[in-house]
């Protein structure tokens, strides 16, 4: 494609909503980029899989391509998307299924696999170290037996599949900018060592990948005068061939793309911002300049990278306990006393009730739940308190007694506390752990594959 | 002559995860904002806000061309998301709770305020819809 590419980032997490997908659509887009997968989604997506073979993948899935695929089918748009989680295959034949619900044929649907090191992990851990990145941790203290294991793919087998004349791309794990940076290269024909180019896209990606947080979503300072925020869109990229990018949004939709609502996400979830490590170029991200043009665009250009590292990052996950929790609420006077006082008199019955926490969490709503030791101290009584108790057993049943010894401190302790149950409806929820780690591309890229099927 | 003001008055703000680190980036106003927090808003002052909060170390990093620098704090999510006992477990109002540090600044930027909310707009929704 000659002259410029349009990409809209139409999801930043599972669970997020497919209606702002229509605006990005009618305002026109080549490419429809949908990033479903949060560290943790994958956990989520293990456990559906491990009830029924057919499931491992975001099911909201048919719900964005019932949206894209009259575009896709029409030849205006492709469709890229990580939403296979654990299971693209199964993603992919819920993708053929929505098509043929609708009536659509002639479109290719690429599967893209390899980035599950389950199947493998014996092999690897015998191979490399997989310490903890964080931590430093040896492999050997893993805390049990790892619930999923994915390498972060980049954006080479997603470009394969649209060289091999995919509509839509369907993978597992994979960088979220990789999602982006894909079809760019595709289309711009980019080499795969030209730095400068591969860092420009991936900048570009990590601007669209999180939805609206680009668009005037999650914005400090003058966020109430954001545009239309029950109409807030989703991004869209124009992407020429020498890498720069205007940053901009559908025509008449609310919300605002502004250098601050730039560079708000330019830093999210990022570390250090001169080498933003990505599986396909180290990125600079300190190197780009950002010009505000006005009427929601913001030019990008300048970005500077370096050659990828040699490895590509990969998580695993533990369990790690069970969790429950509980709130009781006081008003005026001495509410936040009589908050402090019932979470001690709780966790003084779980004791005497024999039950093993082994790690409590007491937060004071309404005083510093959230801002701990940065709420300055004050002598002003709050009007009301919330205390929320948090707690960590070692199994579901005795999280779940825990809960229990809350419900009778509403006739038992100090005056007027009503209690209510929070956090899965009282039920106890699985805590995760998570071990992030490093693995040589050179023992995952051989299991690199593309499917593609006709519909 | 320096004044002493909340960091909330003069910076944006936004936090993000990744297992148990949290990063929040601090958007400076403009230039002479971003000299004064690069002066004052250090990884050791920093770490010293949060206390307890986060339990490892706090780098700092710098990124002139949005006027930002980027804070990244290990220890800083209870043991991360998934794992954390928090109701915050992602560390989203950590941001924040940055800015409300105080640091000295210049006087000519002492009487800088951070602008007020406005949401007539919201109210009228809502008593639209009562």
């Known amino acids: 494609m000659s002259g410029t590419v349009r990409i809209g980032g139409g999801q930043g997490f599972y669970g997020d909503t ?11 887009i080549d490419y429809l980029c949908l990033e479903a997968l949060a560290e943790l989604t994958l956990a989520i997506l293990q456990k559906d899989r491990q009830k029924d073979e057919t499931r ?23 469709v890229i998307t990580n939403a296979g989680g654990i299971n693209p295959t199964a993603a992919a034949r819920a993708a053929v299924d929505t098509a043929k619900a609708l009536g659509i ?10 980035d599950d090191l389950m199947p493998r992990l014996d092999d690897i851990a015998g191979t490399t170290s997989l310490v903890h990145l964080d931590t430093g941790a040896a492999f050997s203290e893993f805390p049990g037996a790892p619930l999923f294991a994915a390498a972060y793919l980049g954006a080479r087998p997603i470009a394969d599949a649209l060289a091999q004349g995919a509509d839509i791309v369907i993978t597992g794990r994979v960088a979220d900018a990789a999602l982006f940076l894909a079809p760019l290269a595709h289309e711009h024909r980019w080499a795969w060592d030209d730095w400068d180019r591969l ?23 003058d966020w109430w005068t954001v545009p239309n925020p029950w109409d807030l869109p989703y991004p869209i990229a ?33 570390h250090d911002p001169a080498a933003y490590l990505s599986p396909d170029v180290t990125a600079d991200f300190t190197s780009a300049t950002f010009d505000d043009l006005g009427d929601d665009r913001v030019r990008v250009t300048g970005v500077r ?22 709130r009781i609420a006081f008003s005026w006077p001495e509410a936040d006393a009589k908050a402090t006082a019932t979470a001690a008199i709780f966790q003084k019955r779980v004791e005497l009730a024999g039950l093993q926490v082994d790690e409590w969490c007491v937060e004071l709503w309404g005083v510093d739940a959230l801002g701990g ?60 752990g998570i071990w992030p780690t490093l693995v040589e591309k050179s023992l995952v890229d051989p299991h690199v594959s593309v499917a593609i099927e006709e519909v | 002559m320096t ?88 560390g989203k109002t950590l941001g924040g709770a940055l800015v409300r540090m105080e640091i000295d600044v210049p006087d000519e930027l002492s009487a800088r305020r951070a602008p007020r909310p406005d949401v007539r707009w919201a109210e009228e929704i809502l008593d639209g819809a009562e």
């Not at chain 1, 497919?18 to 026109?28: A, H």
């Not at chain 1, 048919?62 to 205006?76: E, K, N, Q, S």
């Not at chain 1, 420009?200 to 669209?208: D, F, K, M, P, S």
């Open chain 1, 105 to 114: 044929s002639g479109i290719r649907i690429a599967t893209v696999l390899g």
């Open chain 1, 305 to 326: 990278g370096l050659a990828a590292t040699d490895t590509y990052k990969a998580l695993l996950a533990h369990h790690a306990g069970w969790a429950g929790e509980a």
């Open chain 2, 3 to 90: 004044a002493r003001i909340r960091l909330h008055e003069i910076c944006g703000y936004r936090a993000g995860d990744k297992g148990d680190i949290s990063n929040v980036a601090l958007f400076a106003e403009d230039a002479a904002v971003y000299d004064v927090i690069c002066a004052e808003v250090t990884a050791d002052r920093v770490k010293a806000h949060f206390g307890s909060m986060v339990t490892g170390t706090v780098i700092r990093y710098e990124a002139a061309n949005v006027l930002a620098l980027n804070f990244v704090m290990d220890g800083a999510l209870g043991g991360g998301g998934p794992r954390s006992l928090r109701a915050d477990s992602l």
């Open chain 1, 18 to 28: 497919p209606r702002s997908v229509q605006g990005l659509l009618d305002d026109g």
């Open chain 1, 373 to 432: 030791p940065t709420v300055p101290p004050t002598d002003a009584e709050p009007p009301e308190c919330v205390a929320r108790v948090a707690w960590r057993c070692p199994d579901a049943q005795t999280a779940g007694l825990v809960a229990r010894e809350m419900v009778p401190l509403t006739l038992s302790a100090p005056p007027a506390g009503f209690t209510g149950m929070g956090r899965g409806g009282g039920r106890p929820t699985e805590l995760l």
């Open chain 1, 56 to 78: 491992g993948y975001t099911r909201d899935l048919p719900l964005y391509l019932g949206a894209a695929l009259p575009a896709v089918a029409a030849g205006r748009t492709k």
């Open chain 1, 238 to 270: 124009e992407v020429d061939t020498d890498g720069t990018a205007v940053i901009t949004k559908p025509k008449g939709s609310g919300g605002r793309v502004s250098f601050d609502t730039v560079r708000h996400q330019l830093l999210y979830e990022v």
């Open chain 1, 199 to 221: 860092a420009a896209g991936t900048l570009v990606g990590h601007l669209l990948e999180c939805s609206g947080q680009s668009a005037g979503g999650n914005l400090s300072r």
